[in-house]
C-alpha cells in the first residue's frame, strides 16, 4: 500500500433494524486500482437509518484522512445523504445538523471530493460492514447483561 493512496472511493452505508433500532455504520476504503485499503464496521447503539448513514460517512472519511487520501469519491445508496451532502437539499432534522456539518468539515479536508449516489446493488461491501456492525453491537450487549 502507498503511503499517500491519492484518489480513494469511500464506499458507505449505515443499518438500523427497526428504524430506530439496532444500528451500524461501514465503509470501506479502495484504491484506484480496487485494492481494499481498510474496513469499518461500527456498532453505534440504538438509532436511526439516517443518523447511521452520516456516521458511516463520518467514520469513512475519517479513515481516508488517516491513510493520506488527498482526493475521494464518497459512494452511497442513501440519496437523501448525497443530496444533503452535495447542498441540493437542506439537512432540516435538528439532531442530524451536527452530523451534516462534521461530514461536510471533514470532505472539505481533501483538495478533491466527489459524492456519488449508487443502487443498492452496488454497495453491498458497506452493507455488510454495516450489518456487521450492528451485529457486533448485539453480541456486545447481550453479553454485557
Wanted: aromatic letters at 4%; charged letters at 25%; a neutral charge.
Amino acid at each position: 500500500m502507498p503511503a499517500h493512496p491519492g484518489r480513494v472511493i469511500v464506499a458507505c452505508d449505515g443499518a438500523s433494524r427497526g428504524n430506530p433500532g439496532p444500528a451500524g455504520a461501514g465503509a470501506q476504503i479502495v484504491d484506484d486500482q480496487g485494492s481494499v485499503l481498510a474496513e469499518v464496521a461500527e456498532g453505534i447503539g440504538e438509532t436511526t437509518n439516517n443518523v447511521a448513514e452520516y456516521t458511516a460517512v463520518i467514520r469513512g472519511l475519517e479513515r481516508a484522512h488517516e491513510l493520506g487520501a488527498s482526493d475521494v469519491l464518497l459512494r452511497s445508496d442513501s440519496q437523501l445523504l448525497i443530496n444533503q451532502l452535495t447542498g441540493a437539499y437542506r439537512v432540516k432534522t435538528p439532531h442530524l445538523q451536527p452530523l451534516h456539518r462534521r461530514a461536510r468539515q471533514l470532505a472539505a479536508g481533501f483538495a478533491a471530493i466527489e459524492f456519488e449516489h449508487v443502487r443498492r446493488e452496488r454497495n453491498t461491501e458497506a452493507d455488510r460492514l454495516a450489518n456487521q456492525g450492528v451485529d457486533a453491537w448485539l453480541a456486545a450487549r447481550r453479553t454485557s447483561r
